[in-house]
């Protein structure tokens, strides 16, 4: 088992020449020849993640996040680029191509809120790209019962929402949108009452309420950690022979 074939396994279900061209998804540490017969999932590719690696015997951690993101003008000692180099661990990153993807990461968002929510089982695609998804209610509800709502489906310390004092803030159809979505609020407007996604900076807040739509922030760690036994399922049917770990490392944020 190498590097190229768990590359060739994530590939089909969720193509890295689907990435947005500012991503940098794919092979980012190690060559497609290396061993690749443990595996390590993870939302990141921390310090702490390389270290689990490490415990395990891997020779490939698959994350979501890339580890090299921006160019690199220096390559610390504590680095965990410097520590994969080091430990001759391979990184495959599949970030944009996982939320993009039928069944990816943004479909699994919509089926954990399911569990708390009623809306028709239909989705629509939230931008031409195909990053986030739209749900419908059969009738609107308040933002802050969505949030709630969300706040339990995800397992969330808090969730910060607009207030349903006005009513806009009552939603009929919601955009979804993994990790940090609010830059597409002006793209939306118009089509959805409301937007549930992660990192919405202090000037999103306002955006929002100038186009008339509820925010729900549940964070991007939340909104994401869904990929990894996904990814690890996904992987464990392609390669039945490579032995395939799971790492949750828990919310980098604490909440007092």
């Known amino acids: 088992m190498t590097v190229q074939d768990i590359y060739n396994a994530i590939d089909a279900f969720a193509p890295f020449s689907s990435q947005e061209k500012w991503d940098n998804s794919g092979l980012l540490v190690g060559s497609p020849g290396c061993s690749g017969e443990r595996v390590l999932v993870s939302l990141d590719i921390s310090t702490a993640a390389v270290e689990k690696a490490g415990e395990l015997g891997c020779d490939v951690i698959v994350s979501h996040h890339p580890v090299i993101f921006s160019p690199m003008k220096t390559l610390?000692?504590?680095?965990?680029?410097?520590?994969?180099?080091?430990?001759?661990?391979?990184?495959?990153?599949?970030?944009t191509p996982l939320d993009i993807a039928p069944g990816g990461i943004n479909d699994l968002l919509v089926e954990r809120l399911r569990g708390e929510l009623e809306f028709a089982q239909a989705t629509e695609l939230l931008d031409a790209e195909g990053c986030g998804r739209?749900?419908?209610?059969?009738?609107?509800?308040?933002?802050?019962?969505?949030?709630?709502?969300?706040?339990?489906?995800l397992g969330c310390s808090t969730v910060r929402c607009s207030s349903d004092d006005a009513e806009y803030r009552y939603i009929k159809r919601l955009g979804i949108c993994s990790g940090s979505g609010s830059?597409?609020?002006?793209?939306?407007?118009?089509?959805?009452?409301?937007?549930?996604?992660?990192?919405?900076?202090?000037?999103?807040?306002?955006?929002?309420?100038?186009?008339?739509?509820g925010l729900i922030d549940c964070g991007h760690?939340?909104?994401?950690?869904?990929?990894?036994?996904?990814?690890?399922?996904?992987?464990?049917?392609a390669l039945p022979g490579a032995e395939i770990f799971e790492f949750v490392e828990g919310d980098p944020c604490s909440y007092v």
């Open 76 to 95: 610390p000692a504590e680095s965990p680029v410097y520590l994969l180099a080091k430990y001759e661990m391979s990184a495959i990153c599949c970030h």
């Open 134 to 153: 739209i749900i419908t209610f059969t009738e609107a509800q308040p933002v802050t019962a969505i949030a709630k709502a969300a706040k339990t489906a």
């Open 183 to 213: 830059s597409m609020l002006e793209d939306i407007a118009g089509r959805c009452e409301g937007l549930l996604t992660g990192d919405v900076k202090h000037d999103r807040w306002y955006k929002a309420e100038e186009l008339g739509i």
């Open 221 to 237: 760690y939340h909104t994401e950690i869904l990929m990894v036994p996904y990814v690890a399922q996904k992987l464990r049917e």
